[in-house]
């Protein structure tokens, strides 16, 4: 599924996040940046120590990384040359902010890979996890936080949506096809 928008094309696809072949890809992290399970656990495994390393150099900087905000390290080895790192909420029933919180996972990567001229991008769908955000609500705030950045002027050539399982990727194709 692919539409354009503002000159970028937004795309879903099923599959494994750790084969993209974008010029960077989103890792939904945990706070540590130490790698885990899921998504985080699978590109840490693939990307091999480099990403690790310099994680652990970020974290020793800035402390880790809180929920809503990036920070962005080398692919190792992927064939994306760069990861994002950012940490989405965990579901608590979307009484403490959780939509605002997950929308800020896109917008700081986002941001992030717009100031290192980085024009095609692969996210995950964050917090659908262990976090136990709702994969229909998540899929809609994805969606309208990307959509939001692809409304004003921006850089980017290529945006994904790469859905692990089958029941998040009809998600977004009906939503990205309803844009």
């Not at 899921?38 to 480099?50: S, Y």
Request: glycine share 14%; charged share 20%; proline share 2%.
């Amino acid at each position: 599924m692919e539409k354009t928008l503002n000159g970028a094309k937004l795309e879903v696809v099923q599959g494994d996040i750790t084969q993209s072949a974008m010029a960077c890809i989103v890792n939904a992290a945990n706070s540590s940046l130490l790698g885990g399970g899921g998504v985080d656990g699978a590109i840490h495994r693939a990307g091999g120590r480099r990403i690790l390393d310099e994680c652990v150099r970020i974290r020793s900087e800035r402390g880790g990384c809180p929920v809503g905000e990036a920070v962005i390290t080398t692919g190792g080895n992927l064939k994306a040359k760069h990861v994002i790192h950012t940490v989405g909420p965990v579901w608590n029933g979307g009484k403490k902010g959780e939509a605002e919180k997950l929308g800020n996972c896109y917008r700081s990567a986002l941001r992030l890979a717009e100031q290192h001229g980085i024009a095609s991008i692969s996210f995950p769908n964050i917090s659908t996890g262990i976090y136990g955000y709702p994969k229909d609500e998540a899929a809609e705030v994805a969606i309208g936080a990307v959509t939001g950045v692809l409304a004003r002027k921006h850089g980017f050539e290529r945006i994904q949506f790469v859905c692990f399982d089958f029941e998040n990727y009809d998600l977004y194709v009906e939503r990205v096809g309803e844009l």
